[in-house]
């Protein structure tokens, strides 16, 4: 399967001390920020000035299967990768012998996780 490194994703304790962080000291540009009522959490995506990297700010409520103590140094939430298509990149992936950890389907887009030998979240969006 091909695929395209998309952006990496951190978790962090408080989304507006970290937007704040990331755009005023490190000049990073904040593209977007949403609710994401499906996985119970809030994004922020930011861009470096020259836009060859973004790096997404996720929250999530205490409610969401994606939320867990913050521990400091465990901040990495997932890293995420384009593919052409997401029903043959699953199918690989279970062939291979990863199962899904989750699938967030929205109004607009689709996206699933699955795990790398480590432990690390890998995204996979179309």
Do not use: C
Not at 54 to 80: C, K, M, P, T, W
Not at 99 to 108: C, P, V
């Amino acid at each position: 399967m091909k695929t395209k490194f998309q952006y990496t994703g951190i978790r962090v304790k408080n989304l507006d001390e970290s937007i704040k962080f990331y755009t005023e000291l490190l000049g990073m540009k904040l593209l977007s920020r949403k609710r994401v009522e499906e996985n119970k959490g809030e994004l922020a995506t930011l861009s470096t000035d020259n836009g060859d990297f973004y790096l997404e700010l996720n929250h999530y409520d205490r409610d969401s299967q994606f939320y867990s103590e913050y521990i400091v140094g465990e901040a990495l939430d997932h890293l995420a990768f384009r593919v052409s298509n997401l029903a043959e990149a699953i199918n690989e992936a279970k062939k291979q012998g990863n199962n899904l950890l989750a699938e967030i389907k929205t109004r607009k887009s689709r996206w699933v996780y699955i795990q790398d030998p480590n432990g690390i979240w890998i995204e996979f969006l179309e």
